[in-house]
């Protein structure tokens, strides 16, 4: 047999085998020089390949008194037969058994392409044996059997003959691919196959009346003229090719169809892709047309409809990666939602590491975590069961009233309770996950797209998930019903208010991953977190240039790397060029440096902040690459340990990760955020851990991005008295034009309040004014880090929802009062700024070469009276200046350049 006939052969294997097995049996029944008996045998030997669990078949063939079988005694549990029939009379048997007990299919345990199979063989035997009976009479062939050798000839057409017995629907669905297959070859006659008048031409852009349809033909009857064309005109082997390749095709139209039906649930698109996967086909078995249709709707079907991303996606990701992918869903058995953006985001990213990073005998040793999901229907059905369907017109209050209203939201969520299927199913995932620790985090449809990515709007809680089962199961549904409730938070309801989503019913999806590290003691953390991008748009030297990408890393979790913080610092890298540091003095490297380190205290099974110093002592020196993540400080001398663990007892440690630059992870990172790049066609933002041997993918979205970064050249010819204020480094490339009003927050005031409630009240002040100062035309100023966890005293306490209204926020560092702005570009506070176009801008009033004209700042008419009354008491420290007012009508502009790494704010 020739190689495309075996190729045919051994793709229809599958469809129960049978075509296989009947080759085998044509064989023998064409074999004129073997005696009939002998014929009778082999067929019996041959026959149990062709069915779903071989090793327990027994067959067994009677004929005329005569009896032929596979085993001595041919007896089982369950029976499959068909007769052989002699001019009408029924002259023997043709039968097979299940020697063992297996489910019920389509007819007992056997399966209806098994019946079709065993009908179709009995068939072939009564030919046979009729025709070696008129051959001893006539030695000639009859005209059936003559057929059967003449198509035998050309081999596909022993397929064919097959499928005209057995699967004619099929048989059909494949004479009708090949017509339009010679259709678009441009074969002469194909087209007349259609049914179309003989010479007549279609003319499809003539006048706006239906087109003649010719007579249609029953496609069976087609079958004979449609292949002797494509006979004169393609070969055998193209024949075959295309055969092959729509009968593969057509095995696998049940998954197109689960996808198709709109109802299909999760469950049974699961269960159509594990059959898949049973089959043991090759994706690439599958032309490219059919391939890109499944993996288009698979995306869509788990992930969404987002058509930049869906075309992303399709180059890339594989079929059999979503069989995987639906074992890991906790859903109900009616569950047709979605797995939001964020599932989405790390899906389409570790399809490109394990599909086009790693070779065939190549790791590149980066991971994904254990991750579980619940679809975006668990919110909806979780509301439903509890009666909360009203919460959902919440999102049309003022947002004022949202966010005196959310911590009771957050009770009523907390103190409800879930549908029996999801507890079911979440005790299962506890199972499987054993006691690691776990994250909870959100995963909305909304959430992750370009241009809206929610960066820290919904919450991501951990889980210690130590003791007694029933208490871990009662404190991850309790995390699971903190993150849902947090769709209705202010920030997310401000957030989609400004970008015009607010009537997009939001639907929330979870993700449940296991934490990335390891267990220290008391204590459970990676070596390292952090947050990386593909583009640095605020550069601290000429020589970082934006495509060289940022680093932002910290030590154990990464929460202090994507969370502004107020009195911690990150270690902060330009990706390709990591010898370029933001700090190059001991003095400010041991400043600017992390000095915490966020764990997990299993023992306590609580989330926890620990002096570096602290946990280093707790685990006797030995940290997870310890001695490339920390250098020894000793006075004004930096560098790096000696040894192969670190001494904390003797030696003051600090958090430089210099010795990173020697690890391989930065050239993973590399060759990461590469190739992610040009397979997303944009630049990308990750979040990754690294737990001292492998490196862990934790997210991965588009990079958000400023609207405009032209170049600006600063004007050199404005007066000096109308410069307000002037900034020589950290700046980034934008034009701020237009502005009527600044609010100034008083540094030297706002630290000479006595406690942090007063400190929350001018957060309060910043927000009214945020709600009635004209959109985009006011600007912020004031001191240290704004909207920081931590030390209120070094940052006015706001959020997104506070000042999404402006137009830019520059915080101010006087020497006097410790207010160090921090280059916090990454954090989920900055990436607010940049998405909501707000420029950033950090002033150092004190450094030489510097303009700072405070009392423009401070001096004429208070307009807080007038525009927030409610706040007189704070009008000594938030003053609020109506620029045209105080300016014969001009109005303030900010020129900041990039390239020249200054700025300069002047009057108009």
Known sequence: MDRPSQEILSALQERAKELNCLYQIDELLFDEQRPQSEVLQRVVQSLFHGWQFPEAVAVSLRFRGERWVSHEEFSGIDYLRAPIVQS???VGELAVCYVEKYPERDEGPFLQGERRLLNAIALRLSQFLDYRKLRRATKGYPEPVKS????????WGVILDFLYRTDPDLLRRITRKMINHLCWQGVTGARDLLGELPGQELDVEGENRPMTAGVAKDLLELKAPTFEIARDHLGDTEIASCIQRWIREDKNHFLATALERRDSTLQEIGDALDRFQSMSMEEEELSASMRTMLRVALVQRFFTDQLDFVTMAKECVRIQAFQRLAHRIVASVDSRGKLGGKCAGLFLAMEVVEGHLQGANQDTGIRCPKSYYLPSDTLTDFMHYNDLEDLYSRRYMKVDEVRSDYPRIISLFKNSIFPQETVKGLSLLLDEMDSKPLIVRSSSLLEDRSGATFSGKYKSLFVANRGPKRERLAELLDAVAEVLASTFGPDPIEYRMDRGLLDFREEMGIMIQEVVGQEHGDYFFPAFS????????????????????????VPGLGTRAVDRLSDDYPVLFSLHQPDLRVSSSPADIGRYSPHYVDVINLRKRRFETLEIRSLLEHCEGRYPLGTRIFSRIDGDRISRPIGLSLNPQRDDYVATCDGLMQDPFFPQMQELMSSLERWTGAPVDLEFAHDGENLYLL???AQSHAGDSTPIHLPTDLPQDDIIFTAL????????????????????????LEDAAQMREIGRAISRLNDVLPKRRFILVGPGRWGSRGDILLGVPVTYSDIHNSAMLIEVARRQGNYIPDLSFGTHFFQDLVEADIRYLPLYPDEDGVVFNESFLKGGRNQLLQLAPEFAAMQSIVHVTNVPERTAGRHLNIWMSGEEDAALAGLC
């Open 88 to 90: 009408g009379e029924e």
């Open 148 to 155: 059967i050798a003449s198509e035998q000839r050309s081999e």
């Open 530 to 553: 952090g947050v990386a991008f593909s583009r640095n748009e605020f550069r601290w030297s000429p020589r970082v240039r934006s495509e060289d990408g940022l680093l932002r890393i």
């Open 699 to 701: 997210q991965c979205r």
């Open 729 to 752: 480094k950290h700046c980034s490339n934008g034009l701020v034009q237009g502005i009527s009003h600044i609010v100034y927050v008083d540094p030297v005031g706002y630290n000479m």
